[in-house]
């Protein structure tokens, strides 16, 4: 028996960090939108065994990859001692800022489900994948949602619609680590009060659009790494109506108001080395309906 997903990347519209927490993680207040790019997994049922197949060399096939320990934390948690191999087929680009290990996660555990025949409760469900990684439980939901705490408290928010998205990337790997460890003092002391300016559940409040789009990590990530300056730079040239870093980088996401205007930045971007993708958003509904073709 085999079980074939879709796992989807994500954008950040928004990405607010406050001060360091006794963990050593940030507070963060983000909001999180699935777009229309997507890796494919084929879960296998084999003997015992957990196996990881993929042909990007940037991807480990080990235990160190996320849809590995996804499986492991499964069997751990219900017991079950039937084995998978795991076949992931990458488009989304690896440490892009567009979640695609924690997505890949997520996919695996959804798949699993049904591959060996179990149920988890939805506490259970996004208790694991809170464990695998902050953006893991996320992709449980899907469409448009705020996430807060390290990002792993995750909550709907109406769908944005945005048809005519592009994305770039330089084709370099950006640490998220590194890009938190270089924040100004301000934002990583423990004791600094939160400088955000809207409260934690008044989700009226966020900055929801790409209009508003804010992402604190470009003020540690854009000075190391100036490519991804020089792409927001190119794309606000091109008439986008909003130009972000997604997550930490490298990925940069632009909007436009018409197919036109993004056939013309797409063509403006050619002689360039980076990677281009068009995009566009994709609902909570289309997304749960997607996953699993």
Not at 7 to 19: C, D, M, R, T, Y
Not at 50 to 62: G, M, S, T, W
Not at 263 to 284: F, G, K, M, Q
Request: charged residues 25%.
């Amino acid at each position: 028996m085999s079980v074939l997903l879709r796992s989807f990347a994500k954008i950040n519209w928004a990405l607010e960090v406050g001060h360091r927490r006794a963990d050593g993680y940030h507070e963060v207040r983000t909001v999180v939108q699935t777009i229309d790019l997507y890796d494919r997994l084929l879960l296998e049922e084999i003997d015992e065994e957990i196996e990881i197949i993929c042909e990007d060399e940037r991807v480990p096939c080990n235990q160190t990859n996320l849809a590995y320990k996804a499986a492991a934390a499964l069997r751990e948690a219900t017991g079950i001692e039937k084995g998978v191999r795991i076949e992931i087929e990458k488009q989304i680009p690896v440490a892009a800022g567009l979640g695609g290990g924690s997505s890949n996660a997520a996919a695996t555990l959804i798949g699993l489900q049904r591959l060996w025949n179990i149920g988890l409760p939805r506490q259970e469900l996004f208790s694991i994948g809170e464990r695998l990684g902050s953006d893991v439980p996320f992709f449980f939901l899907g469409g448009t949602a705020l996430a807060t705490g390290r990002g792993e408290r995750v909550y709907p928010l109406d769908d944005i619609t945005e048809p005519y998205i592009l994305l770039v990337n330089p084709g370099i790997e950006v640490s998220t680590r590194e890009a938190y460890a270089a924040l100004r003092p301000m934002l990583t002391n423990q004791n600094s009060p939160c400088i955000m300016p809207f409260a934690l559940f008044e989700t009226e409040a966020i900055p929801v659009g790409p209009a508003q789009a804010r992402n604190d990590l470009e003020k540690s990530v854009l000075p190391q790494y100036p490519v991804i300056a020089e792409i927001k730079q190119k794309l606000a040239e091109a008439s986008a109506r909003s130009v972000l870093m997604s997550g930490s980088g490298a990925t940069v996401f632009a909007v436009f108001d018409s197919q036109s205007l993004l056939d013309r930045a797409c063509e403006e971007l050619r002689e360039e080395s980076w990677l281009v993708i068009r995009t566009r958003t994709i609902s909570r509904s289309d997304y749960h309906s997607s996953l699993i073709t």
